[in-house]
């Protein structure tokens, strides 16, 4: 079975600051790992992707991750920023395949503070 | 259309009675996911479709849920019989290929 671990579970930053939110994966087989965000009151939107490739991957929003197979890790990552980020954001990935479900970690609560 | 449409945005049921959730995929999408959302962050798969066929329904509690993707018609999550635990957020998504999905704005289920 597959298993998602977000070790931060709230942030708080101050505007401009970088961010690095960890997320770190269990599964033997081949996964499709994703980045979602979750603004107060909204659905969840996806942030970004990695399918196979470059493992550096960008995204919405000036966000950005780099999937290291060796580490089972994918971490989220934005140099500078915005109030405008504050949302939770989810790590969720799902078995290479057709309609596999999506397993979520517990999410990271990020706070940007002017 | 472009966005997966759910209805209604809240649902309030007293505990025992029915609830049903309707979800129109992105047109052109053949997946459909739900998922449940409990305390705010946690995640759970309830099943999922391909077309009008269930897919994967591992997620699904057997005695009170169940689900349709009829033709020409918004999929359906029904649960029978509620109980103050299945107050949550339900979320359905779609999926062109089964591999990128798209969330609707979910229908948040408060059974009091």
């Known amino acids: 079975a597959q298993s998602v671990s977000q070790h931060n579970h709230h942030v708080i930053l101050s505007e401009a600051a970088s961010l690095e939110l960890g997320c770190n994966y269990s599964?033997?087989?081949?996964?499709?790992l994703f980045w979602y965000v979750q603004y107060p009151g909204q659905h969840l939107q996806l942030l970004l992707k990695y399918f196979s490739g470059d493992p550096l991957v960008k995204g919405i929003k000036g966000f950005e991750a780099e999937f290291i197979k060796s580490k089972f890790s994918f971490n989220l990552r934005k140099p500078s920023v915005q109030w405008s980020d504050t949302a939770e954001y989810f790590c969720?990935?799902?078995?290479?395949?057709?309609?596999?479900?999506?397993?979520f970690g517990t999410g990271t609560r990020l706070q940007v503070t002017l | 259309g472009e966005e997966v449409a759910q209805t209604p945005k809240h649902l309030v049921r007293g505990e025992g009675q029915k609830a049903k959730l309707y979800c129109a995929p992105i047109?052109?999408?053949?997946?459909v996911f739900w998922y449940q959302q409990v305390l705010k962050n946690e995640f759970k798969f309830l099943i999922s479709?391909?077309?009008?066929?269930?897919?994967?329904e591992t997620g699904m509690p057997k005695e009170r849920f169940s689900a349709k993707c009829l033709p020409n018609s918004p999929c359906s999550l029904e649960i029978q019989a509620t109980k103050l635990e299945d107050s949550a957020v339900y979320f359905c998504?779609?999926?062109?290929?089964?591999?990128?999905?798209?969330f609707g704005q979910g229908t948040r289920l408060t059974v009091v």
């Open positions: 479709f391909q077309n009008e066929n269930v897919f994967d």
């Open positions: 998504a779609s999926s062109q290929l089964g591999v990128e999905a798209f």
């Open positions: 599964y033997g087989g081949t996964v499709n």
């Open positions: 969720a990935v799902n078995a290479g395949g057709t309609a596999s479900k999506l397993t």
């Open positions: 047109k052109g999408h053949s997946y």
